[in-house]
């Protein structure tokens, strides 16, 4: 019995095999996963930790480069419309230029006049330090032009490329329209701001299709850098660092320039952007940081504006890096490493607990790594090796517990039969070293045994053909199995016409009472065979069949259970002098039998009914292979 369990999970058990099947799922599962990422599935939640990350890093300071002169609601009320006139737009950029900026940015359309005042503004667009914008619209519509008056040297475009969730992530610098390649408005401003220092943009030497500016070389974005994936790169792109999600910009409004009240040294040799900051404008967009602002989520274009302008200023002097990215080979072994991580983590853990404690320790691990990374501007994917950690980890468990619950299934199938379901269990919960010590350790133990045996069986089984007399054994044994299953007892073996079972296996009493309970239920086990064997008799009889007598013997004491055999055949045994005596017991005095089940059991079990069963004393008695006498007593009924 054992020896065909042993061979048939030695089949099921981790081996050279099962750990290729695992490796084999795991590239599978890696493969398929790299797969997802390539299609842009695990994209949006890579974002989310992007944006998480930026909101957790630690915020600069105002850049004191750069100020922001917004078109308020106050303003536009003040001077009661919108878009303000050619007039206010002039007379603003002369209160500017006053001041001396290093230059200014003009955030606002106009192609079109604003009455009046159209001549004054065109005036001062002639300044060389003034940088107005053009919006070059989808492909398919027609943009916004620039002002014609101005000098197209000086014009940059607005437009501002956004994710698939309208987030604003990246700063486009170069972008092809109609008239050629344009410069972004942000990148115009900062080359002039930087042109003054001696800064001037040129290719890298060492890859041409890269743009060298200061101490930075500006990598343009990929399809796939980071955690993107298949994102339009088209033009030239960056990732826009942010400075802060508190606009990272000084900010007046328009009222306040015409009225003076600023101070001149926050406009001398800086950079100045004008642009409206009122929502009723609409110039209006989502960033990183916009889920942690509660009241205005959402940013002006000319606060982004200036962001990207920070930014350059930044890289090309050295003050901050740029972001960079892993190659994809690089990406592919990160994912990769946590997939085997998983994997492992599964494979070595043998305890829940283990399972329980190690994947958020290790998940935190890789978020940690991954934002230190992101602190020193390398975003890098988060989310995809995690995924790749829990779902290899996950899908290991759960094959894992696939393979437990059919080596289960096959040893309660094989064992079952033939041993209660007690039985079963022991031998799985020992299935560590039955399978790779070919056996189970002898256990001390006390315990009640039992023997069946049937009268005159010998002379029945003459009397009756082989396949009529196996059917009705069956079912003289099946009533038996039933019966003992009933008072949790366990059968070891099937003795031909008889059982052995035992109480109190396969786990070790530790009381006198569950030792007392054990003697119990096996004689109150015998008095149910009793009375089930009368009414098989009374079946039976008017079919033909044989009714018969049976003897049971019962003692209760100290045994060893374990595995006997070897590794090619083996059983569960039950060994001791209380399992020959309890056989001795059944088979004593055989002609002394008036009732359908006589039941004998020795002083050792009485002690232990408690005067709960009426019982016959037959005396000492000697029983074959004992040099001592036995004091046996008939049990009659239950009290």
Not at 85 to 92: F, G, P, R, V, Y
Not at 158 to 185: E, Q
Not at 328 to 350: C, N, Y
Not at 457 to 463: L, N, P, V
């Amino acid at each position: 019995m054992i020896d065909k369990l042993l061979r048939t999970l030695k089949r099921k058990w981790p081996d050279a095999t099962e750990f290729s099947i695992v490796a084999t799922a795991t590239f599978v599962l890696i493969i398929a996963l790299l797969g997802v990422i390539h299609l842009g599935g695990l994209q949006p939640l890579e974002l989310v930790v992007y944006d998480q990350m930026m909101r957790l890093r630690s915020t600069l300071p105002p850049d004191p480069r750069i100020l922001v002169v917004a078109i308020t609601e106050e303003d536009i009320q003040t001077y009661n419309r919108f878009p303000l006139s050619d007039q206010l737009i002039a007379e603003l950029l002369e209160k500017l230029l006053e001041l001396q900026p290093r230059v200014i940015g003009l955030d606002l359309y106009r192609d079109i006049p604003y009455e009046p005042g159209h001549e004054q503004l065109v005036k001062q667009l002639q300044f060389p330090n003034i940088i107005a914008i053009k919006n070059l619209g989808d492909p398919d519509a027609k943009g916004v032009p620039a002002p014609p008056e101005i000098d197209p040297s000086r014009v940059g475009f607005n437009d501002i490329p956004l994710d698939y969730d309208n987030v604003v992530r990246r700063n486009l610098f170069f972008a092809d329209s109609t008239s050629g390649t344009s410069f972004s408005f942000s990148l115009q401003l900062a080359l002039h701001y930087l042109k003054s220092q001696g800064i001037q943009p040129q290719n890298d030497p060492a890859d041409p299709d890269r743009i060298r500016l200061g101490k930075a070389i500006f990598v343009p974005l990929k399809t796939d850098s980071g955690g993107y994936q298949n994102i339009d790169a088209k033009g030239y792109q960056i990732l826009l660092n942010y400075r802060s999600g508190m606009d990272g910009v000084v900010t007046v409004n328009v009222s306040e320039v015409l009225n003076g009240s600023i101070e001149p040294d926050w406009v001398k040799n800086k950079i100045v952007l004008i642009g409206t900051t009122a929502p009723s404008g609409k110039d209006l967009f989502l960033t990183p940081y916009s889920p942690g602002k509660k009241n205005s989520p959402r940013t002006p274009g000319v606060i982004i504006h200036a962001q990207m302008v920070s930014q350059i200023i930044d890289a090309a002097t050295g003050e901050r890096p740029l972001f960079q990215f892993w190659p994809q080979w690089v990406e592919i072994i990160w994912i990769s490493s946590w997939a085997i991580i998983g994997t492992t983590l599964a494979w070595l853990s043998r305890h829940p607990l283990i399972l329980v404690l190690g994947s958020p320790l290790l998940l935190g691990i890789l978020f940690t790594l991954s934002f230190m990374l992101f602190l020193n501007a390398y975003w890098v994917p988060v989310v995809s090796p995690g995924f790749a950690f829990l779902l290899t980890s996950a899908t290991l468990i759960s094959y894992r517990a696939f393979q437990a619950q059919r080596q289960q299934q096959i040893m309660m199938r094989l064992l079952g039969q033939n041993a209660s379901p007690e039985i079963a269990e022991a031998l799985w919960k020992s299935r560590d070293r039955l399978i790779f010590d070919g056996k189970l350790p002898g256990q001390k133990l006390t315990a009640t045994i039992l023997f069946t045996d049937i009268r005159n069986f010998s002379t029945i089984s003459e009397q009756m053909p082989p396949e009529n007399l196996l059917e009705w054994l069956n079912e003289y044994l099946a009533m038996l199995t039933q019966t003992i299953h009933n008072h949790h007892g366990i059968i070891n073996k099937f003795t031909g016409d008889g059982i052995m079972a035992a109480f109190g296996v396969p786990m070790a009493r530790v009381s006198e009472n569950q030792i007392a309970r054990d003697a119990r239920a096996a004689v109150s086990c015998a008095l149910e065979m009793s009375e089930q064997l009368q009414k098989l008799n009374l079946v039976w009889q008017p079919r033909g069949l044989p009714v018969i007598q049976m003897r049971v013997g019962i003692f209760t004491g100290p045994i060893v259970a374990g595995s006997l055999g070897g590794r090619d055949r083996l059983e569960y045994g039950l060994l001791g002098d209380s399992v020959n005596i309890a056989s001795r017991l059944e088979s004593c005095q055989k002609e002394r039998q008036s009732s359908v089940c006589r039941i004998l059991i020795a002083y050792q079990t009485l002690q232990y009914i408690d005067h709960q069963f009426e019982v016959e004393s037959w005396g000492l008695m000697p029983l074959k292979g004992k040099q001592q006498m036995v004091d046996v007593y008939r049990v009659i009924r239950k009290l």
